[in-house]
């Protein structure tokens, strides 16, 4: 009876054993994929309205300016690494939505649009953006298809909406008519392999006008689109259920 139990004993433990093994090697597959190819971010706040939500979840592709090395870009434990990259490294596009972690604290992740490419000539007049001397075209755009998805806070604003040429990217942008803190950023060029870039939520974006370039290493992947989209309810957010948004493009 003795030596049955035992046998029993080592066939649970080479069970647990295997399984262990199998749980070790999904693991590391899935943080290689989330590493190399695509990770999913949650909007936390409003800066990128009325593109992104609050409460949007987002699919980043990390491999949009080159394949990396799985590990080689991580934060952890107060450990930050720059990417390493196998090939076909390129650099964001103006209009590009990136998510990058933030120079002043990398161990947070921010989301925000390009709109200056370094060796840019970047100034702001009047809330409106002059890159290399010309300004981006704007054209103004009835907002009232945006109140429906927006967070309720910001439907209190006297918001503007415009659709806005940058580079070859189209997309929209909205000010709050009201607000005046931020109307002019002094020219200034973006250092080499730098960007500038600001959210469409314009007067509720703490963005390049506030604390500087974005370095290149820090970009982390270019958002594609949204795969759900849900307010859960805390402090000033009240519950909100979008799947009408599920599938969105990033643009």
């Not at 390049?208 to 290149?216: A, L, Q």
């Amino acid at each position: 009876m003795k030596e049955k139990d035992q046998d029993v004993q080592l066939t649970r433990s080479e069970k647990l054993k295997k399984e262990a093994k199998s749980i070790f090697w999904i693991l590391l597959l899935v943080l290689t994929f989330r590493s190399t190819f695509f990770e999913p971010f949650r909007i936390p706040s409003g800066s990128m309205i009325p593109t992104l939500m609050v409460g949007d979840f987002i699919l980043v592709n990390k491999f949009a300016y080159g394949f990396k090395i799985p590990f080689t870009d991580i934060n952890l434990f107060g450990f930050d690494s720059n990417p390493k990259y196998l090939f076909g490294k390129s650099d964001p596009k103006r209009g590009d939505v990136v998510v990058f972690k933030y120079p002043k604290d990398r161990s947070t992740n921010y989301i925000k649009r390009v709109i200056g490419l370094p060796g840019d000539t970047i100034q702001i007049r009047n809330k409106i953006v002059y890159i290399n001397g010309e300004a981006i075209a704007t054209t103004e755009l009835d907002g009232k298809k945006f109140f429906d998805d927006m967070d309720e806070k910001y439907k209190l604003y006297n918001l503007k909406f415009f659709e806005v040429k940058n580079g070859e990217a189209k997309h929209t942008i909205q000010f709050d008519s009201d607000n005046y803190f931020k109307v002019d950023y002094d020219e200034r060029v973006v250092p080499k392999g730098h960007f500038f870039v600001m959210g469409d939520n314009r007067d509720f974006s703490y963005d390049s006008r506030f604390w500087g370039f974005v370095p290149r290493e820090v970009i982390k992947g270019e958002a594609m689109f949204v795969w759900f989209s849900m307010i859960i309810p805390f402090g000033e957010h009240a519950f909100k259920f979008r799947p009408w948004r599920i599938g969105t493009v990033i643009r």
